[in-house]
């Protein structure tokens, strides 16, 4: 069955260093999303992406964050200058298609701490 | 802006017990998904209701939607210890295509 991965599954970083998480979606999906989970908390949206443009972010996507599909097959979110509330676990999702039938297929995660 | 509050956060119960999970939401939307997490693992999709009045099971869970009350709830009948777990529920926004999620409802079950 095919499946969202994501690399790496775990990134240690220190505060102030560019990170990039790596995401592979389904590949017939075309809506891509970024997702964050600070630990023991809810998890909350970051920014969706389709057509290789962003069609929504959230509040916490500012200027530090961005998001691109170099290729056919990844999906890559850059955090420019880490900060050490950006620790958290980054899911990434995929869909089909957006509208009445949505399902979003959530990746296993990157753990990412700053240190 | 969507809210979406769960209760409740924290819910300890005896295995062969009957319990429910509810999850409330304020604007209008008739999507709504059913998550299950593990500690350090990812979210697995354990319901989707789309429309009000839809009921879904699997195995000693049940989720149903009532959309005019804005309610979801997650029943769990006879409760083992493999349903420990923490369960979120996510409503999609009616316009775009953003899940917003409650605070996740903590389950532990002892036997």
């Known amino acids: 069955e095919p499946e969202v991965t994501q690399t790496p599954s775990h990134q240690v970083t220190q505060m102030g260093q560019e990170v990039i998480l790596r995401c592979v979606p389904i590949s017939n999906h075309l809506y891509f999303y970024w997702y964050r989970q600070i630990l023991g908390q809810k998890v909350e949206f970051l920014v969706s992406?389709?057509?290789?443009?962003?069609?929504?972010k959230s509040e916490i996507f500012d200027d530090q964050f961005s998001v691109e599909r170099p290729d056919g097959s990844n999906f890559t979110l850059k955090i420019r200058s880490t900060k050490l509330e950006d620790s958290a676990m980054y899911f990434c999702a995929s869909t089909r298609l957006a509208g009445y039938y949505n399902e979003q297929f959530f990746g296993p995660g990157t753990r990412l701490t700053v240190l | 802006e969507l809210k979406v509050e769960q209760n409740p956060l924290f819910l300890s119960m005896q295995e062969g017990k009957n319990y429910t999970i509810y999850c409330n939401y304020s604007?209008?939307?008739?999507?709504l998904y059913w998550y299950r997490q593990d500690p350090g693992k990812s979210l697995e999709s354990l319901f989707v209701?789309?429309?009000?009045?839809a009921v879904k099971q699997e195995g000693r869970l049940m989720a149903s939607l009532d959309t005019k009350a804005r309610l979801s709830t997650l029943h769990i009948t006879a409760a083992v210890h493999d349903l420990s777990a923490t369960y979120f529920c996510?409503?999609?926004?009616?316009?775009?295509?953003?899940?917003?999620f409650g605070a996740g409802t903590i389950l532990r079950v002892k036997s």
């Open positions: 209701l789309l429309s009000n009045g």
């Open positions: 604007t209008t939307s008739d999507r």
């Open positions: 996510a409503v999609l926004m009616e316009y775009g295509n953003k899940l917003v």
């Open positions: 992406f389709y057509n290789n443009e962003i069609s929504e």
